[in-house]
């Protein structure tokens, strides 16, 4: 199948294209970039040398849906509302990356994003790209939202909780980050300087995968949810650590709490659980698919501390959108996606 990488410059777009490059299936057939336009991949990205043949083009509908049948939109908010009306309109399917889709209600996204949505009328079809809870949802899906990188590591850890019935208000989120989840556009945050020897909370009370992270929770739980979530920069380039700290109302045992997640996982490719009293460390899922679960039973305190660790590009952007791809079309579901982390 040929696809199209529309924003291909960016760190999520050179992840899309070394993932599918290894991908069966699938053909890489258009990449737009409009700061690069008539750019060889080569000269952005050496390490992308199979696609050496290959320029960054100005993104044109037309040319768009002549090349590729499939599209992944991988440009900043606000703007992939631009490019994903034609592309569907034109009978593509689109999977896209950025936030522009993955809240339901245009004020909502409008309060946090600070931008008018343009295409409201599309936010009813899309379907929220979190493979391992809305799979029968991706299969007939034209337009799919990708999730966010925090909540996916945030959602991987508590959804199971969730929908068993655990109260999940007042949980605290505490997830840490690699500077690669800023992008490529330069910062004074990520300036080598600055965040070098360094680790510092950001957004707190105020960023914009809050409403994400509670609107999903609060659907999976089937009752309203709100958590306290502190994101923090890290100095290191990939990976996620999403610490979440749940009290507990009832008397729950560790029995109940394993129980819960190896019968919601089971048959889950990409979800490794380590177990009670095993944590997940960034650098063994650098690269991969992959989300790493451990957790510990606090009986003492009645708090049910779990950490999810994950690659932020990989199945927090690039990789979890090849998984929905995959699934959409009907292959296998962790096709072009086994290779295992790089470690050391």
């Known amino acids: 199948m040929k696809v199209g990488i529309i924003g291909a410059s960016g760190y999520t777009g050179a992840e899309l294209m070394r993932l599918l490059c290894q991908h069966p299936s699938v053909e890489v057939a258009y990449i737009t970039a409009h700061t690069y336009a008539g750019k060889r991949v080569e000269e952005l990205y050496p390490h ?21 049948e499939f599209h992944f939109v991988a440009l900043p908010h606000g703007e992939a509302m631009e490019v994903v009306p034609p592309l569907l309109e034109g009978g593509a399917r689109v999977v896209d990356l950025s936030a522009d889709y993955r809240l339901a209600d245009p004020q909502e996204y409008a309060r946090w994003y600070g ?21 029968s949802d991706l299969r007939d899906a034209r337009l799919v939202a990708v999730p966010g990188c925090y909540p996916t590591a945030a959602l991987l850890a508590l959804g199971p909780l969730a929908m068993r019935g655990y109260p999940l208000d007042g949980c605290i989120i505490d997830a840490k980050s690699g500077l690669s989840g800023a992008g490529r556009t330069l910062s004074l945050t990520s300036h080598f300087a600055q965040a070098d020897e360094s680790v510092k909370p950001y957004g707190v009370g105020s960023h914009r995968h809050t409403p994400e992270i509670e609107g999903r929770l609060s659907e999976l739980s089937s009752r309203p949810v709100r958590v306290s979530f502190v994101p923090h920069l890290v100095p290191m380039s990939r990976g996620i650590l999403a610490t979440c700290y749940l009290p507990l109302g009832q008397e729950v045992t560790s029995r109940e709490v394993s129980e819960a997640y190896e019968g919601f996982y089971a048959g889950s490719p990409f979800v490794v659980l380590l177990g009670e009293g095993r944590f997940p460390e960034t650098k063994c899922v650098a690269g991969s698919n992959y989300c790493h679960l451990g957790w510990h039973l606090d009986r003492e305190r009645r708090v049910l501390v779990v950490a999810s660790a994950i690659d932020n590009l990989v199945k927090g952007a690039s990789g979890q959108a090849v998984q929905c791809m995959n699934i959409m079309m009907g292959w296998e579901e962790s096709l072009g996606l086994e290779a295992p982390g790089v470690f050391p």
């Not at 992308?48 to 590729?68: H, K, S, T, W």
């Not at 931008?115 to 799979?135: I, T």
């Open 48 to 68: 992308l040398q199979v696609y050496r043949e290959m320029r960054f083009q100005a993104f044109r509908p037309e040319e768009a849906l002549q090349e590729a």
């Open 115 to 135: 931008k008018e949505h343009r295409s409201p009328d599309l936010l009813p079809s899309a379907v929220y790209g979190l493979p391992e809870f809305y799979a």
